[in-house]
């Protein structure tokens, strides 16, 4: 592509709200044969709301919410402000956690009042050496859903399981279908449990769903469909999404995202409609053709 061309086509994605931040990206781009896209807050809006809690016997929902919430108000994960919000707008009082400690990917932990709090995905109750297959239909019922199934323990006792959802963005399924129509397979990677996983990518249109991936491993993901599929551009929002970014042969950032996404992008998407992906790779098929 000659320099004029990179310029006329950089400066009329500008205008589209998409960012270039380095030209070589918009002649690169045509090639992607993939587009492999993170879940929360890129496909979604990642504002998660609680929509369910089913206590064990021995526990009430005053008593485990409250818990729950009082080590959740330590934690920045969009789930921890959903559960905090919800225990707010009931009225429960939140108590300071001690030895909070978080491991991402996983969950929370902590002391509230002193009680051994524990929340997250079921792989963290494993870790802990609690079995959730008491809750194994109830899960199974809210992943159907699409809800996020997380659990909660108290002193060793598995107490709750909680399930929150987060409203995909209303022009998500637009976007999937328009990189359909240039060609492109379409996958997503996702920390959350398989099935939500699975129902969400169903309704949207998603032809391969990678879940349950650990926030290190996005980048393994990348080079594995890069092989299957050919050159991959991943899109992404989030502090863990920045190595999966540098990675691809084309980082796409949400604009909305952390600071740390945008700066390991090749380009950012101006706001957080993923319809940006859709315009950046028309772009530079356009550009590319124009050159010819
Ligand atoms: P994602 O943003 O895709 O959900 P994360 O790696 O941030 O991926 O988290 C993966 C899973 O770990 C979550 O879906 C949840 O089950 C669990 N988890 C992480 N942090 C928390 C937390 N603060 N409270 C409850 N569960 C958590
Ligand atoms: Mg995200």
Do not use: C
């Not at 809006?45 to 929509?51: H, I, K, M, Y």
């Not at 089913?54 to 919410?65: D, I, K, Q, R």
């Not at 009082?93 to 929370?108: R, T």
């Not at 709090?117 to 870790?127: H, K, L, P, S, Y």
């Amino acid at each position: 592509a000659t320099p004029t061309s990179i310029m006329v086509g950089t400066g009329r994605a500008a205008e589209l709200g998409v960012l270039f931040r380095q030209g070589e990206a918009l002649q690169s781009l045509k090639e992607v044969g993939v587009v492999a896209l993170d879940k929360t807050g890129t496909l979604t809006q990642g504002r998660p709301e609680l929509t369910d809690f089913v206590t064990a016997p021995g526990f009430s929902e005053a008593e485990a919410l409250g818990l729950v919430a009082s080590i959740e108000s330590r934690s920045e994960h969009p789930i921890a402000q959903a559960i905090v919000a919800a225990a707010e707008r009931r009225g429960l009082a939140l108590s300071s956690p001690d030895a909070f400690e978080a491991v991402p990917g996983f969950g929370v932990s902590a002391l509230v009042r002193g009680r051994k709090v524990d929340v997250g995905a079921d792989r963290f109750m494993a870790r802990l050496g609690l079995p959730v297959s008491g809750f194994a239909d109830i899960a199974a019922r809210l992943g159907t859903e699409g809800k996020s199934p997380l659990y909660a323990a108290i002193d060793g006792r598995l107490a709750a399981v909680v399930a929150v959802a987060d409203p995909v963005k209303p022009s998500t399924p637009e976007a999937i279908a328009a990189l359909h129509a240039l060609g492109l397979k379409v996958a997503m990677i996702t920390g959350d449990n398989r099935r939500t996983a699975e129902a969400i990518a169903k309704r949207i249109g998603i032809d391969e769903v990678v879940a349950e991936v650990l926030p290190d491993s996005k980048v393994e993901v990348v080079k594995r469909l890069r092989q299957a599929h050919g050159p991959i551009a991943f899109v992404g929002d989030g502090i863990n999404d920045a190595p999966a970014l540098a990675e691809a042969d084309i980082g796409i950032a949400i604009g909305t995202g952390t600071d740390i996404a945008i700066e390991s992008a090749d380009v950012v998407l101006m706001s957080g409609d993923v319809r940006g992906v859709v315009n950046a790779i028309a772009l530079s098929k356009a550009t590319i053709r124009n050159i010819r």
